[in-house]
């Protein structure tokens, strides 16, 4: 199947490691160009160097509100175009409601929401008719995740945004959904089964829980991604995707 991706130029936030590069990975892959950010300059260089000549990256911080403009500006400059988007930032400090600190929650909303909108709001003034913009989000958008109460404050709330976007641009010919990963092999889901006393057996207890019976993998992730940033997925919009090989209970 031909998911037209060939010569598409996207923005792809955290895409140095996990998710995001996974998702930038594949669309390469399929003939894609992109613009990929992490927040260390040579971090972002190496990644952008490993997936050859259709990548190039950018140092950038998603709670600068200067980034949004930059980020479309070296799509449009590096490869002529931009198509679309995928915001997907790191995961905010774990602990409680009575754990976490003001500092803890103030970081991740300029981070993980305020910047994530700023992003959206940019593209959606930028894109085109056949632009996609895209969240990568989290199942606590449906079920609170115990241990990760700032993630489950915040992700739900980028859901509600996304939507109401999608509505309001879908008119342009121009689409917004999410993509909400369940438990995918990343560092990040390594760290939190190690706040366990027994991360195998975390793990073991976790994957009995989900259908597929096994954590996925990011390859798994980021060809979902690509082809709902690609044209292929032309008519999907305005919706959370899961990719959490049927864990989420409800339909």
Do not use: C
């Not at 600190?101 to 300029?110: I, L, P």
């Not at 366990?196 to 829980?209: I, L």
């Amino acid at each position: 199947m031909d998911l037209g991706l060939k010569d598409r130029v996207y923005v792809v936030t955290g895409a140095t490691r996990g998710l995001g590069n996974a998702t930038a990975r594949e669309l390469v892959a399929d003939g894609a160009k992109v613009v990929i950010t992490g927040r260390d300059e040579k971090t972002v260089a190496e990644a952008a160097a490993e997936l050859g000549p259709n990548a190039v990256g950018v140092a950038a911080d998603n709670a600068d509100p200067a980034v949004a403009g930059r980020l479309v500006a070296a799509a449009r400059e590096h490869f002529g175009g931009f198509d679309g988007v995928l915001i997907s930032v790191g995961g905010p400090a774990p602990g409680s409601a009575a754990d976490n600190t003001d500092e803890q929650w103030q970081a991740a909303f300029d981070t993980v929401f305020l910047g994530a909108v700023r992003l959206a709001r940019t593209a959606a003034a930028e894109l085109h008719e056949g632009g996609v913009i895209a969240f990568v989000l989290s199942s606590s958008v449906y079920e609170p995740i115990a241990g990760l109460t700032i993630s489950n404050g915040l992700r739900p709330g980028l859901a509600g945004f996304a939507k109401s976007l999608a509505d309001e641009v879908g008119p342009r010919g121009i689409r917004v959904l999410g993509v909400l990963p369940g438990r995918i092999g990343t560092d990040r889901l390594r760290q939190l089964d190690g706040l366990s006393p027994d991360p195998e057996a975390t793990r073991a207890a976790n994957e009995a829980k989900i259908p597929l019976r096994r954590y996925g993998t990011p390859q798994e992730f980021g060809r979902a991604a690509a082809f709902l940033l690609s044209p292929a997925a032309s008519y999907v919009t305005g919706i959370m995707v899961p990719v959490d090989g049927g864990a989420r209970s409800g339909f």
